[in-house]
T-cell receptor
Framework: GDSVTQMEGPVTLSEEAFLTINCTYTATGYPSLFWYVQYPGEGLQLLLKATKADDKGSNKGFEATYRKETTSFHLEKGSVQVSDSAVYFC????????????FGKGTHLIIQP | DAGITQSPRHKVTETGTPVTLRCHQTENHRYMYWYRQDPGHGLRLIHY???????DKGEVSDGYSVSRSKTEDFLLTLESATSSQTSVYFC????????????FGPGTRLTVL
């Protein structure tokens, strides 16, 4: 079946550091890929997405590129802020029906001032 | 933000009691989903709906039932709650099937004693 693997953390960085959160996937066909962010006590918000190979999703300084050859969708940001502290989820949707997203276990990111 | 509300937001109940969680949307989206979030597991799909009175099982459906009598409401019922169902429950909606993103509600924290 479909699966998503991501580093679980916690990942602790200093403010203004470069961020990479790795995400790899296994899926049949050509899934859409997503990054969601969850701030404490809140639901999940869509951060960015990519729907086909070589697409780059971007939002709020975050970027991720759909790499079909390495089945990866790594999240990056050039300079993190304290306000980026949250849990980040990589997810895929393989399509072909109305069923749900397949999520990774989430990466807890802590940014220290 | 997508118009999704969940009620109650917090609930404590005892083993063996029935519990119903409600998801209400104002977006008129056809597809609705229930997930549970547990540490070390990310989010896992419980049930989903692809229209009024049309529902199907997800990955972790045992012990749960759902109903959808109106487009805007999707109910999740635990017929006889168990401690293993202590979790945070999220509702999500999507305007289309296939590979589209989903939008999440704020969640319900359920504790079964």
């Amino acid at each position: 079946g479909d699966s998503v693997t991501q580093m679980e953390g916690p990942v602790t960085l200093s403010e203004e550091a470069f961020l990479t959160i790795n995400c790899t996937y296994t899926a049949t066909g050509y899934p859409s890929l997503f990054w969601y962010v969850q701030y404490p006590g809140e639901g999940l918000q869509l951060l960015l997405k990519a729907t086909k190979a070589d697409d780059k999703g971007s939002n709020k300084g975050f970027e991720a590129t759909y790499r079909k050859e390495t089945t990866s969708f790594h999240l990056e940001k050039g300079s993190v802020q304290v306000s980026d502290s949250a849990v980040y989820f990589c997810a895929l949707r393989a399509g072909g029906g109305a069923d749900g997203l397949t999520f990774g276990k989430g990466t807890h990111l802590i940014i220290q001032p | 933000d997508a118009g999704i509300t969940q009620s109650p937001r917090h609930k404590v109940t005892e083993t063996g009691t029935p519990v119903t969680l409600r998801c209400h949307q104002t977006e008129n989206h056809r597809y609705m989903y229930w997930y549970r979030q547990d540490p070390g597991h990310g989010l896992r799909l419980i049930h989903y709906s692809y229209g009024v009175k049309d529902t199907d099982k997800g990955e972790v459906s045992d012990g749960y039932s759902v109903s959808r009598s109106k487009t805007e409401d999707f109910l999740l019922t635990l017929e006889s709650a168990t401690s293993s169902q202590t979790s945070v429950y999220f509702c999500a909606i999507s305007p289309r099937a296939d590979k589209d993103e989903q939008f999440f509600g704020p969640g319900t924290r359920l504790t079964v004693l």
